[in-house]
């Protein structure tokens, strides 16, 4: 189901397909879509079973168990043996060592360690390849597009892990590929939000990794519940933009369902006098988060799910000012809507 999931990327969410590979480029059993919008490429693949069974049968596995997320995360780099040999050396655990493909166009070189349970992390070098993308790609034909990308970058990548995952996953790729820990949120008495949460960041924000965990088998959290339907792994992915309204507008043009938050969230807004500069009606009637830390803000919008599956999400973020931080006192300030909403039901029901 690559194709049709490439046509809602492109036809709701803005993205444009650069490069395709699959039966009619002589790939039979994979089809992939290179897909683009600003800085993002996603490469999205579906396989089905042929009686050659070559590649297939590894992602048919995932889709299988998963059916729509992120199986590989790559990074760019130009000496693919030395970074794959440093982090083995380091603890990663290995998933393909080092491997060339050539082709007309030039060679790439990639290898892959493992992430939680089934993703990968690829060190993949493509500076000595002119192609569209990588061996076996080509350009489909291309279209006009009306409007230009609605989101610029990747802002961050999420997971729901389980209990006592996310120091181990920390560690591990603070020496595989050099994160650092940005920021957290621990357990103490005034932590409500029944979640442990570790921030990871490469050098240069290139990659930033959001690890959520439950805080208790107790509490029930919802990522408690989301590993108990779906299993721990990748959970979303933040997509930049330098005007979440215009791209909420987009999106509701184009019929994508949104996620919205309650009124007393926007009465929590309204009351902090810290942000009058901001139109909070507008806020509320797109269904935009707010937080601010000195004179910087973060606004962000979820997406529900594009597939039948509740788990994998994009999330949209819109970063004023330089804000440096993953809103995680909008966690509590939500928690807190919640509460009211739930007052203001039950008074409604007496
Ligand atoms: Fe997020």
């Known amino acids: 189901m690559a194709k049709p999931l490439a046509y809602w990327h492109v036809e709701a969410l803005g993205f444009t397909v650069e490069a395709y590979k699959g039966m009619e480029t002589g790939h039979p059993g ?11 490429r996603l490469v999205l693949t579906s396989a089905y079973p042929t009686l050659l069974r ?25 000496n693919v043996q030395q970074v794959f040999a440093e982090a083995l050396v380091k603890g990663a655990i290995p998933v393909r060592f080092p491997v060339k493909q050539e082709d007309e166009n030039g060679m790439i070189e990639q290898a892959a360690i493992r992430l ?5 992390i690829v060190f993949l070098d493509r500076e000595h390849y002119n192609g569209v993308f990588l061996p076996g790609y080509t350009s489909p034909t291309p279209v006009q597009k009306d409007a230009g990308p609605l989101f610029t970058d990747i802002d961050h990548i999420a997971s729901e892990l389980r209990m006592n995952e996310i120091s181990f996953w920390t560690n591990y790729l603070q020496s595989a590929i050099g994160t650092r820990l940005i920021q957290q949120i621990t357990r103490s008495a005034d932590n409500k939000t029944g979640l442990l949460l570790n921030i990871n960041q490469l050098p240069g924000k290139t990659l930033t990794m959001v690890m959520a965990e439950p805080e208790s088998a107790e509490a029930r959290s919802k990522v408690q519940q989301n590993i108990d339907n779906y299993g721990p792994g990748i959970h979303h992915l933040a997509f930049d933009t330098d005007d979440i309204l215009s791209t909420v507008k987009a999106l509701k043009e184009h019929h994508v369902e949104l996620v919205n938050f309650p009124p007393s969230y926007y009465e929590l807004l309204r009351a902090d006098p810290g942000l009058s500069g901001f139109d909070i009606n507008e806020l509320e009637k797109n269904g935009i988060l707010l937080d601010k830390e000195g004179d910087s803000y973060l606004l962000q919008k979820f997406i529900k799910p594009f597939g039948d599956r509740p788990f994998f999400i994009y999330e949209i973020v819109q970063r004023i000012n330089g804000y ?12 807190k809507a919640e509460e009211m909403e739930l007052m203001r039901m039950a008074t409604e029901l007496n």
């Open 30 to 40: 994979i089809a992939s879509y290179l897909l683009g919008s600003g800085n993002i």
């Open 54 to 78: 070559q590649k297939e049968d590894e992602i048919l596995h995932f889709i299988h168990n998963y059916y729509a997320g992120v199986k590989r995360i790559v990074l760019r780099t130009q």
């Open 116 to 120: 939680y349970d089934h993703a990968e």
């Open 324 to 335: 440096n931080g993953f809103a995680l006192k909008n966690i509590n300030v939500l928690k």
